[in-house]
């Protein structure tokens, strides 16, 4: 089988997904040209600021990965006509949020722009063209793609009877946080498709720095559904450890002796087990909802119903911690003041996406409290985008010890301001900084008695109460 030869690549969207992604593509194949796309000219221009510290993505060790290709063999443009008739293939990284009207909506995956750019590639690509869905796409996509990329031979007065296309699913399994080294070493990396010289195509890209078994080759459906399989599972456990966490708290055990105990034992293995405020981020919930609506539409609601308790386990986790923090405070948390330690879904990422901060917060606010906010790397914009809410610093209305019944937030630029004159403080991400937190001399600046809540289990217990502050864990039962 003689080999298709890929000199050229063009992905389109620079997004959390494209960006590092293709960094690391084109660190790793220096002979490929690896043009990112992207319509938002803001991110495009970030991508390419000259102080790696203003790229639109935060990741440890992504602005390395990018300083030793970018120029190179590395390009971020807004030329989405030139860079698609270009490639020899063409990744689809795009935003696959949940349709928020219309059929399916609350559930199913919003394919407007993934469509968008398939007709994009009908229209510009030229020659043998290999198509890669990289964004998480319901199953079956695929068939939506083939059908709109093969309209463009249709088309008499255009030059595309010298065109064709082959597509592929080449989901991409990266965390946020570890994603530069998730791209480097990867557990697996998953090519479903037909043609099986694309596929060796694709995987001969991936082989520059994986080994050829960890390379999975399926058809089209298995790859599809394996993504929306892989987060569903994670998705479970963490659901799975959370309710657990809730009976802990009710029976006097300890969600951490728990875990160690159940992931001692490697059919279950030691991962994904650490109890917390509930998954947030960009796919676990999007993903289940759109699997369950995809089993729906399939015929099997018992299967739909299976995994939708899974999302609301993980909403009612976070609705149970905003309501376990108003009974530990007296029953009311109208007029004070409760710090918010952490915004962004989980450490060592800028996002906020899905954050179980968001709801935690708005249950806060709607019991009329004052939140003071800190995050080492979510910008004030963005938590005001979440919260969709005004600051207490935009008004004139100065509501610090209003008793009116109205919440309000602030933000906070270090954990000084959020502790002093606070009744609560409530960690909400696992930032390496709040796990040594110094008690014995916060604790004065709080406003007695006071508490800590800690919903990712990171605090050291016997710390804080020497400090004379009252303390709840995360499915630690020791007070029972
Ligand atoms: C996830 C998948 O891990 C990744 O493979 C997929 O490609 C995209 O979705 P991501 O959303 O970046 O990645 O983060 P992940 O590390 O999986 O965490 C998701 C959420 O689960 C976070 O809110 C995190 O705090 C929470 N979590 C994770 C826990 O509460 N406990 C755990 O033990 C692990
Ligand atoms: P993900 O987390 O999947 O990477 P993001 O929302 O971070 O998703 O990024 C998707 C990017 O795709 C956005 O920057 C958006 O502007 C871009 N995009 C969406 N549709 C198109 C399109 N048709 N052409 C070019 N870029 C697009």
């Not at 802990?248 to 105990?261: F, L, N, P």
């Amino acid at each position: 089988m003689e080999n298709f030869s890929v000199s050229s690549i063009c992905c389109i969207g620079a997004g959390y997904v494209g960006g590092p992604t293709m960094a690391v593509i084109a660190d790793r194949c220096p002979e490929i040209q690896v043009n990112v796309v992207d319509l938002n000219e803001e991110r495009v221009a970030a991508w390419n600021d000259k102080n790696l510290q203003n790229l639109p993505v935060y990741e440890p060790g992504l602005d390395l990965v990018v300083s030793r290709a970018r120029g190179k063999n590395l390009h971020f443009s807004t030329q989405v006509e030139r860079c698609i008739s270009n490639a020899d293939m063409v990744f689809i990284s795009v935003n696959t949020p949940t349709k928020t009207k219309g059929l399916g909506a609350g559930q199913a995956s919003d394919l407007r722009w993934v469509e968008a750019c398939a007709r994009q590639v009908a229209k510009y690509a030229k020659g043998h063209t290999i198509v890669i869905e990289k964004s998480t796409l319901p199953v079956r996509t695929a068939e939506a793609i083939q059908k709109i990329l093969k309209s463009a031979h249709r088309n008499p007065s255009s030059d595309k009877a010298q065109c064709s296309f082959s597509v592929l699913s080449n989901p991409e399994f990266l965390a946020e946080g570890t994603a530069i080294n998730d791209l480097e070493t990867p557990d697996r990396v998953l090519i479903g498709g037909e043609d099986q010289k694309a596929i060796e195509a694709l995987a001969e890209i991936y082989r520059h720095w994986v080994p050829d078994e960890k390379i999975l080759r399926t058809n089209l459906w298995s790859s599809e559904l394996s993504k929306l399989t892989a987060n569903a599972f994670l998705a479970q456990r963490i659901s799975s450890i959370n309710s657990i966490s809730a009976f802990c708290e009710a029976t006097g055990a300890d969600i951490k002796e728990v875990a160690r105990a159940i992931g001692s034992d490697s059919r279950i293995g030691p991962k994904f087990l650490a109890a917390g405020p509930g998954f947030g981020g960009s796919c676990f919930q999007k993903d289940i909802l759109n699997l369950v609506y995809l089993c729906h539409h399939f015929g099997l609601p018992e299967v739909a119903e299976y995994w939708e308790r899974v999302v609301m386990i993980n909403n009612w986790q976070q609705h149970r911690i905003a309501r376990l923090v108003v009974k530990k405070l007296f029953g009311t948390v109208t007029g004070k003041k409760i710090g918010i330690l952490g915004f962004s879904f989980k450490a060592d990422t800028n996002d906020t996406r899905e954050s179980p901060a968001i709801r935690i917060a708005k249950d806060l606010l709607e019991e009329g409290s004052n939140l003071s906010i800190y995050d080492p790397k979510v910008e004030i914009e963005q938590i005001t985008h979440e919260l969709n809410l005004q600051r207490e610093d935009d008004t004139n209305t100065k509501k610090e010890t209003s008793l009116t019944g109205e919440g309000a937030w602030k933000y906070a630029s270090n954990i000084k301001d959020v502790i002093k004159d606070a009744d609560a403080v409530l960690i909400l991400t696992e930032w390496q900084e709040f796990r040594s937190l110094d008690w014995e001399s916060l604790a004065p600046l709080m406003r007695q008695p006071a508490w800590v809540f800690d919903s990712r289990g990171i605090v050291n217990t016997e710390q804080v109460k020497e400090s004379g502050l009252n303390i709840w864990k995360i499915g630690d039962g020791s007070d029972q």
